[in-house]
């Protein structure tokens, strides 16, 4: 069986159906011009009859009947002429020069030509409108016609519909009010590759937000919106890496054990589907130590980071004598401490950025304005953007503070009471990006009630699958009603934005050729064909361009293609201004630790151990550059305490033989400390996926 037909077939197939065609056409054509013609006669007689009045036609005819009667008769020859009931006798040559019958003739035939003329034009006009006619029956037999599911439409129809059923949001893209009333309570995905328009598309609706005057808390990774929108006056930024930062620690927005339960749950994310016993007591102790500090006076996230990870067991399980967590920090059990304080300092780590947002001048007053984001979200007054911005070298530090940030910003919103006019957005570009938020699923859902409105992007529905596994990336990906995709470059991903965007029923044409020798075999057949197909099809979404995408609104509306224009904006303010700070000793001392806690300590564990617990911190990498820059900096901070310790040794040249011997024992678990570290680093670059528990 070949794959093609035989070419030497195509010039007799092709001749068939070419001459087959050609006469259908001259067929059709002959039957439409006979008729024109039969029309064209009719018309220019009717018209005679109708416009011409009764002497011009009788005068006429007289004209006419004594010129034939000359043709045999001489002129002296008698007739006999009927007018308006009289009989008049004359002879044929009088009638002849008579000047009305004359008259009459000429006027007769120059309305005949006129009529005829104009009987032609409408004739033709006929055939045009025939042939027209022919066309669009022809269409209709051979054209697709939907029968129920997802219709496609063009904007402006798109934009019509809505008015119609009354159903038009205020928000216009591109000029047109195409998105439903209170489509951002229904919240919103924005799905595309890097470059595709997404931060265009965001943007428009940013614009409009601030036109409104409401309030928004944006994930702005790379910082692109804190240049175009960012008020000094209104709005707030939190990067403590950036010199605008306003001063936070965990008090500001913490007061009950609640509170820091759920902040630990979105510092402390559980990745994998393992044992979750160690994030699980990880985040008890943090809850436990901060909720402890709460009456401290003087308490600072150094006391905090330096009471979880340099403290002696003894000194920590002292501290959190009576909690539920003194039991996880007993050195009895100094094993399961080690591995749980291994997984609290990958994570709190970020904490450490904190330090000196506090800072006083010299009469005791705040460099910085106390900020406390449930204040802030609970505050209607409040009308400014709350900016949680990074760029690419802090996002890994980042990741952990932006996360818990905007989980006590969703519970801030849902601690209102329920107000059907507030308009509270939550702006989350690259949500993927950042840590997995606890029960974000659930927030989505009961978010709408209290004027939450949920704008997620995500660079394809594969990134937030692996962040929240399969059934929440699901839970999450359903909850958000309106819908902008723009293009998937693989097609797996380009499926699913397909699917999203729904299926049609249709009813297909199809036309065969039938032919053969004789005329008798030559024929067309038409026929129809139920089928369910995609509205878009995968490639579609794979070829589109930048800026251009498909817009799927929540009920019963057609979706739509747009070509969203770009809008320059101009700069408001720098993206990022770098903040100047320089870490105390103490904070220098606890990254030593955080980085002891996190390797060194690993030297203590067995193997499977160490596996264990490196997979829980590989897991918090986005991706293999941001692990390696991480074990960079933690080999840095190893060399650093080196470097010190070194040259705290060559101060004290004569150490007491008591002092001789401690120091030994410390340099021995520092030589073996940095072996492990070596050893765990060259066996990391071999797991591909580590095991997590």
């Known amino acids: 069986m070949t794959n093609k037909r035989p070419k030497h077939s ?94 009459a003739n000429a006027k007769f035939w120059f309305s005949l030509q006129l009529y005829f003329l104009a009987s032609l034009l409408s004739g033709l006009t006929l055939f045009t409108l025939a042939m027209s006619f022919f066309k669009k029956k022809g269409d209709e037999q051979t054209e697709d016609h939907f029968i129920r599911g997802v219709r496609i439409a063009e904007p402006p129809e798109l934009a019509k519909e809505l008015k119609k059923k009354k159903q038009q949001s205020p928000f216009a893209i591109n000029g047109l009010n195409i998105f439903k009333n209170n489509f951002e309570v229904q919240h919103m995905l924005i799905d595309g590759t890097t470059g595709s328009g997404k931060s265009v598309a965001l943007r428009k609706i940013l614009r409009w937000i601030k036109a409104r005057g409401d309030k928004a808390i944006i994930y702005d990774k790379g910082c692109t919106f804190v240049s175009k929108f960012y008020n000094p006056e ?3 930024i939190l990067n403590p890496f950036d010199e605008r930062c306003a001063f936070w620690d965990a008090w500001c927005d913490a007061k009950d054990a609640t509170d820091f339960e759920n902040m630990a749950a979105a510092l402390i994310p559980m990745n994998g589907d393992g044992d979750p016993f160690w994030v699980q007591s ?52 100094q094993k399961t401490a080690i591995s749980i304080k291994s997984v609290l300092a990958a994570y709190i780590k970020s904490l450490r950025f904190l330090e000196g947002l506090d800072q006083k001048d010299d009469q005791g007053n705040p460099l910085r304005p106390r900020f406390s984001i449930r204040d802030w979200v609970k505050d209607d007054d409040e009308k400014g953007f709350l900016f949680l911005s990074s760029n690419a070298q802090q996002h890994a530090s980042l990741r952990p503070l932006i996360s818990m940030w905007l989980s006590i910003a969703s519970t801030a919103i849902l601690e209102q009471n329920e107000n059907p006019d507030r308009r509270i957005w939550v702006i989350m570009d690259e949500a993927p990006s950042l840590h997995k938020l606890p029960e974000l699923s659930e927030t989505i859902s009961e978010v709408r009630k209290f004027g939450g409105c949920y704008i997620i992007g995500i660079q394809s529905y594969a990134q937030l699958s692996k962040i929240y596994g399969n059934h929440a990336g699901k839970e999450i990906f359903d909850l958000l009603n309106t819908r902008l995709f723009f293009r998937a470059p693989s097609n797996e991903m380009a499926k699913v934005s397909s699917q999203e965007l729904g299926e049609q029923e249709m009813d297909i044409s199809k036309e065969n050729y039938s032919y053969g020798a004789h005329a008798m075999r030559d024929g067309i057949s038409l026929g129809h064909q139920t089928i369910t197909r995609p509205a878009v099809i995968p490639s579609e979404i794979m070829q589109l361009d930048d800026l251009q995408c498909w817009l799927r609104s929540p009920g019963n509306f057609p979706i739509t293609k747009l070509d969203l224009k770009f809008d320059k904006m101009r700069d408001l303010c720098p993206p990022f201004i770098k903040r100047d700070y320089a870490p105390s000793e103490k904070m220098q001392s606890i990254e030593q630790m955080l980085t002891y806690c996190q390797i060194s300590a690993l030297n203590l564990l067995s193997t499977e151990e160490q596996h264990q617990l490196m997979g829980i911190h590989t897991a918090q990498f986005e991706d293999d550059d941001e692990r390696d820059a991480e074990e960079a900096r933690m080999k840095a901070t190893i060399d650093k305490a080196k470097a010190a310790k070194k040259k705290t040794a060559e101060k004290d040249k004569k150490p007491s033989s008591d002092k001789q011997a401690e120091k030994k024992a410390k340099e021995k678990e520092q030589a073996d400390g940095e072996a492990v570290t070596e050893q765990l680093f060259q066996e990391e670059q071999n797991i591909n996926e580590p095991e997590i528990f």
């Open 282 to 333: 990880a985040r008890t102790i943090f809850t436990s130590t901060a909720f402890k500090m709460v009456n401290e006076p003087n308490r600072t996230t150094e006391r905090l980071l330096e009471l979880m990870l340099t403290s002696e067991l003894e000194s920590l399980s002292e501290y959190l004598k009576g909690t539920e967590s003194a039991s996880l920090v007993s050195d009895k059990i």
């Open 234 to 236: 209104t709005d707030i």
């Open 10 to 103: 195509n010039y007799t197939r092709g001749g068939q159906i070419t001459f087959h065609n050609l006469t259908m056409f001259l067929q059709i054509n002959a039957k439409l011009v006979r008729w024109m013609g039969y029309a064209i006669v009719a018309f220019t007689v009717l018209l005679c009859v109708i416009l011409l009045d009764k002497d011009t036609l009788k005068g006429t005819y007289y004209f006419w009947l004594y010129n034939v009667i000359a043709k045999i008769k001489p002129d002296t020859h008698e007739v006999f002429t009927i007018w308006d009931g009289m009989t008049y006798k004359s002879t044929l040559g009088q009638q002849l020069a008579n000047p009305f019958f004359i008259e």
